[in-house]
């Protein structure tokens, strides 16, 4: 395996990295902004990325943009397309469908999910509440219909890269909290010293650092794998990364919090919305130790 990026998967990653910065909400006020909201969504429609499966890109570049998008918190469907797009190219306004619910599902139409080798879509209904503030889910209208039947590796490497893309936006999601943790340290003044020049304080940020550094290795591993390795394999590392990346982002999220101190448990303060995201993201294709060495059942 070579983790170099190449030249253009870099320019992939930047550009999705300045539209996470240009128009992700930045502030928890800023997710109730219909206007930027509609900004950021015209936007990603014009990129078309997610369709990047369609367009052929590999699981490393749908690793790259996920990942950018969980760092700035982008709060319009991108995942979800992206999977729908994986199992069942060309439909218009479709997410994924997930344990009876469409998920990443705002101003979808279909959800196209996959049961056993078979795919199924089905209607969108109205949103329902959850706890991540930046994707919402919706119920499931009307009977399911087969559009497609999947081979066996066919539907493995599908579940390999939806646990590949589930673990990108826990990266970003954890990058981005760490961010935040830190550039609070830089400023934030008690005693007469920022905090981050106490040791204390310096270390947490220090080990989350080196923890998202670990789950960036796993993960380009394991979005090299989707389309490089035999399915099988292919899945096992995705399951390693989904395990491994859960744990860390969710101690990168909470550390995030415990930085900033009092302010950090407030609604105002954005480290609960990355800890939501990134607990949303854990349960989506969740993965147990015990599953590793199994078979793609």
Known sequence: MDVRLTTEQRQLREAAARLADDLG???????????????????????????????????????????EFGRGLVDVPLLG??????????????????????????????????????????GVGPLVPGADLTRHDAELRGAPEQIGTLTDETAARRRALALVATTADLVGTARGAHTLARDYAKIRAQYGRTIGSYQAVAHLLAEGLALIEGSVSVLRHAAWAVDELPPAEAVRAARIAKLYCARTARTVCETAVQVHGGIGNTWECLAHVHLRRALTSTDLFPVRLEEIDRGLS
């Open 81 to 122: 397309p992206v999977l729908a797009d994986d199992l069942a190219r060309g439909i218009p306004s479709a997410t994924v469908a997930v344990d009876g619910r469409a998920r990443d599902a705002r101003g979808m139409r279909q959800a196209v999910g996959l049961q056993g080798n078979r795919v199924l879509s089905t």
């Open 25 to 67: 909400p930045g502030s928890v006020l800023g997710l109730d902004d219909a206007d930027r909201v509609a900004r950021l969504e015209k936007a990603v429609e014009a990129t078309s990325w997610r369709a990047l499966r369609s367009d052929g890109a590999s699981g490393v570049e749908v690793a790259l943009v996920v990942e």
